[in-house]
Each structure stands twice: as C-alpha cells, then as structure tokens.
C-alpha cells in the first residue's frame, strides 16, 4: 500500500474514533440533564412544584386551596373528584382559569367516618368496593381485590366528570398513591394520561436513587413499571416528596426547609394537605393540625425569603406543558 493510502486510512480511523467519542460524549450528557433541564429549566436549580392534595375533599380544604392560589402563593392544585365538595371546587376553577387544577385520581376512602364511593357504578367495578359499601380505606386493599380493568374504569370516570363540569384538568395525579401500587395500575395511569393528553405525576423512576427510595418505601418498583415509566411520553418528575410533619408550626416550618436542602437540582413536586381548621376538620382526620399549619406556612415570610436566598424557582403543571409543547 502507498504511504498516501496508509495516511488516508489512519485518518480515516481517526475520524471514527473522534466522531464516536463525540456521540459517546453527547449521549453521556444528554444523561445527565435533569427533567427540569429538559424543560429548559436552568442548569443547577431546584424548581419545586408545590402541590395542593386533597381539594374537594371538604369545604375547609377548599378554602385553603382557593386562598394559597389566589394569593399566588401556590401554584397547583387537584380534586377528589368522589368527594362531598369536589364539584364546588370546579365550579371556582372554571371562574379562575389560570388556577392549575387538576384531578386527583382517587381509588381510596381513608378516613373512619367521613367516606365516599366510586363514580363508577359499583357493579361494574365491584373489586373497588370495600364490604361498607365505600372505597378501601387502605392501598394493599385495593391492590388486592381490584383489576387494572376496574381501575382504568374509574379514573376515566373521575376525569371525564370534571371535564363534564365544563373544567380540563391540569394534570392527574394519585391520592395515596394508589396507582403505583402495582405495575398495572400504574400502566394504567400512565397510559389514560396519555390518551387525554394530561400529564400524570409521572416520577423518572430510571434515576437508580430516587428508584431504592420507592422501593424501600414499600412500592412495587421492579423493572416492568420502569420500562412503563421510560415509554411515557409526557413529561417526568425528577423527584417527587411531601411535606413533612412537625412538633409545633415552626418545627415544621425548619423541617420543610431542611428537606429542600437536602434535595438535588431538577424537578420536584412537593404534596401538602392544606385546610383551615374546624371541629369538624378534627372529626375527619387525627392530621387536622398539620393540614392547617400546611395552609399558612407557604405564605412565611421565611419560606418565602428562603426560596429567595437559595434561587429556588416554582412552576405549576401549566407552565411545565407549555415548556414541553414549545421544545417539541
């Protein structure tokens, strides 16, 4: 072989080996952005989506919820639609369209006294009905006796009531957790998300760390809900957590604080319970003091200031849908 041909292959060879370091390189990176990132979120920043649970649930929680939004204070929120006060809640939504409200799937009625049943016909899902009547109070019972089929039944049920109200849910998300109680719900989830084109909290699950965190916690995280996680197409949480109980109001305050110091850049959704408190708050649940600390504590100055001094940013399910309709 002529020198010349010898220095053409080498360079030839050079170039392969660059140009597959580069696409190596470039799929590392693309790696390692986070769901926030991807959004166009700045490279490095906590941004917190601060999330309203339980709204419809009573007239206290409603009262919360209403006054945290217009206040600016919080920017989403989600009703149980099954609930006593649900439709309440949608008619002020639709009178506050740039509120972020959406549904709050709910396949549980935890509560002793305060109960409520499917919108499904019970007869046509009978595995969601508890011998009271009523949804299961807890999570494994619903796991346990109810199909995916029974599931999809009422979760489309309760979207489809709220978009009868004449009000398109935000987003969807899971009281309890219920959906990612097993494998199937949770493909169910995801995928009733994705034919109404609604996002679902959808947590990237493919982050090994957030994924032992769930997994601990009880959760069925095996490689099946992954791979359902990794075909969803809307977009994902980085991380997603709760509010955090406490002593007195400003323990809790200083543990909240403390547990978004501890979070890493992305994106994370953050669920409270906020309610203002009643006697008849205390007659449904034994966390009515908690509830009602959770509707103050994001109107503290000090949060407020804390947010500020550590550049931590708020979204709601609004923005993040138009961030991800404008990168497609």
Not at 24 to 36: D, G, H, I, M, P
């Amino acid at each position: 072989m002529k020198p010349s041909a010898c220095l053409f292959f080498k360079s030839v060879k050079i170039l392969a080996v660059i140009s597959l370091a580069i696409i190596v390189f470039s799929a590392k990176a693309q790696e390692k952005l986070t769901n926030a990132e991807k959004l166009g979120f700045p490279k490095g920043t906590k941004i917190l989506l601060l999330h309203c649970d339980d709204a419809g649930m009573c007239e206290e929680a409603n009262i919360a919820v209403q006054s945290y939004v217009l206040k600016g204070d919080v920017l989403s929120a989600a009703v149980m639609m099954p609930c006593p006060y649900a439709a309440d809640m949608v008619e002020w939504a639709k009178k506050h369209p740039t509120a972020d409200i959406g549904v709050h799937l709910t396949l549980t009625s935890e509560w002793k006294k305060y109960r409520w049943t499917t919108l499904s016909d019970p007869a046509k899902v009978p595995g969601l009905i508890d011998p009271e009547g009523k949804m299961w109070h807890e999570v494994p019972d619903v796991v346990q006796h109810a199909t995916a089929k029974e599931v999809e039944t009422e979760i489309r049920a309760q979207i489809d009531a709220m978009l009868a109200l004449g009000h398109k849910p935000s987003h969807i998300d899971t009281h309890m957790g219920t959906l990612y109680g097993s494998p199937e719900f949770a493909r169910v989830f995801f995928e009733t998300a994705v034919k109404y084109n609604i996002p679902a909290n959808a947590i990237d699950l493919s982050n090994k760390e957030v994924a032992e965190y769930y997994r601990k916690a009880g959760y069925p995280i095996n490689d099946e809900m992954i791979q359902y996680l990794e075909k969803y197409p809307l977009p994902k949480l980085d991380n997603f957590t709760s509010a955090p109980d406490g002593k007195t109001y400003e323990d809790k305050r200083e543990n909240f604080i403390k547990l978004v110091q501890s979070l890493k850049p992305g994106l994370t959704e953050i669920i409270f319970h906020p309610s203002i408190l009643t006697e008849n708050l205390k007659s449904i649940t034994a966390s009515a003091q908690q509830r009602a600390w959770e509707a103050e504590m994001f109107s503290d100055p000090v949060i407020k200031q804390f947010f500020k001094d550590n550049n931590i940013q708020l979204t709601n399910w609004t923005e993040i849908m138009k961030r991800f309709n404008d990168k497609k």
